[in-house]
């Protein structure tokens, strides 16, 4: 059995720790450390960072673990630990504004089309921060912008999977021939297909609203982190960063 690299026994022991504490101390955990959208009162500028540590529930924690000692460790042996951690944490960080920039995006498209019927967009947040809303709210701005302005602000995103699909994204570029297997598909495919293809299913199921992975994904995170750690791998490539300099 392949031997797990420092940097990454580390990120998988820090998650182990959160999911603990989140067994313990559930709201409270979620409360502080998710990543709560800028508008929400519990909202904090350190969720960028803490969210990739928290998790939903068994199986998403352990799925992303896996995830990450099976593509990262490469990484690590590659580029080193301390450029590893960076490129994890960027990869999460971006994965985190994309998908807050989607956020922003359907709430204040709610927000504005209140505002043209008359509402007022201060009583309009605080509300919402509150956990309530008005269903007259439907009959001035839709249905479909008035759900999503709600789920923008009152669902926390969580999980390493941003920063999992930047670090996906890297051993497809490094290691582009390597076969991996699609759940439920028994047939062994490249890197170079296999990648490209499920972010381009996040990317649809973000756009469409239809899901094939299932439901409470935030599709958006996952794009953004596999954005993210194409650039900064591109541009390691690119330039031949000496991996001496991150020890």
Known sequence: MRSITETVKHLIIINGLFFLATLLYGDVMYGLFSLWFVEHPSFGFWQV?????????????????????AFGGALEHMWGGKKFLF????????????????????????????????????????????GQFSPAWYDVAGQDTVQAMIEA???????ASGAIYGVLVAFGMAFPNSELF????????????????????????GITGYSI??????????????????????????????RNRWY
């Open 87 to 130: 490129f994890y944490l960027s990869a999460g960080i971006g994965a985190a504004l994309i998908h807050t920039g989607v956020n922003y995006i359907y709430f204040y498209r709610g927000i504005q089309a209140l505002e043209a019927g008359g509402y007022a967009a201060e009583q309009v947040i605080t509300l919402l921060g509150q």
């Open 182 to 205: 699609l759940m439920f598909v028994p047939v062994p495919i490249k890197a170079k297909y296999f990648i490209p293809v499920l972010i381009g299913l996040h990317l649809f199921s």
């Open 153 to 159: 602000i009152s669902t926390p995103a969580v999980g």
């Open 49 to 69: 960072i803490t969210h990739m540590f928290m998790h939903g529930g068994l199986s998403h924690i352990f799925f992303n673990m896996y995830a990450l000692w």
């Open 213 to 242: 992975f299932g439901s409470g994904i935030a599709h958006f995170a996952h794009v953004g982190g596999a954005l993210f750690g194409f650039l900064m791998a591109w541009y390691w490539k690119k330039n031949s960063f000496d």
